[in-house]
């Protein structure tokens, strides 16, 4: 396969995930600051805007759910917004139409095309329900139509990756206004973890028992660990030479790394330091995806992504 049309085909599953991942996360938020009127709107604001690594305005700027709104979901020119990951899924679909589907190819197209360039607040849960569907359907054309050859690989390596990422960020919003933020319940709502949980643990959910199923689930998709052993099988099924003695595969190195440092630290202890625990998986996402580039999409620079130089 070609390195360009593998590269687009990773960043197809990336932007795909990353669009509906920031819709769960924006959804849960904002539904809290309208319930909860104890909540400091600037203070989550803030540090909501900095969990999803988009930089806050300065100090003597009071930031608002509308400003979130704005910069998380409509605005196309911040990489880290729902516009900006639905046009670049529609633009690396572009550039690798000989191998993409019809379907999805469609499917991308329309989307981007209806993503609205303002909202209502009170719409909001309406659009963010629709990000969602629309990811659905991309992801279920994908799995249904593409033989599991490289193709279907890169798109579910880059998929992984990134849903590991953004797992990682929702549960680091679980502390961005202490005792305010989203109760754990909720949080297994808006990943659809709830009636899985329920299942697993028949019980209502504790924070143990919570943070310990998104974490360390190997059935749940959603699941951190569950997205890092997807994304070492489909290293390992794309570079199988790779997992030989005396190959040195930086990427799963780094998977394999932060996968160690989940299964055996006691999950009491990773609760009682969440956020950073977090920050480290998402640091580990990064340097997997950096190695994966440098490993099979050799370029002289960083790639450009559609909306970064404008």
Known sequence: MLSRIAESLFWIGRYIERSDGTARILDV????????????EDTACRSLLLVMGSVPPDDDEIVRREDVL??????????SSIGYALGAARENARRAREIVSTELWETLNTTNSRMPRRLQLDKVHDFFKWVRERSALAIGTVDSSTSRD???QFFTLGRSIERADMTARLLATRSLTEASGPSWTTILRSCGAYEAYLRTYRGMP????AAEFLLLDRLFPRSIIYSIQTAEACMSAIDPVADRVGHSNTVLRALGQIRN???YRPIGEILGELPQHMDRVQKVTR??????RHRFFPTQAEPSWIGETS
Request: avoid cysteine; charged fraction near 30%.
């Open 70 to 79: 704005a910069r998380l979901a409509i605005d196309r020119g911040n990489p």
């Open 29 to 40: 938020h904002l539904q809290l600051l309208l319930e909860d009127p104890w909540v400091d």
């Open 150 to 152: 490289e193709a279907w």
């Open 206 to 209: 504790s924070a143990l028992n």
């Open 287 to 292: 340097e997997a995806s950096e190695a994966i």
């Open 261 to 263: 440092d989940l299964e």
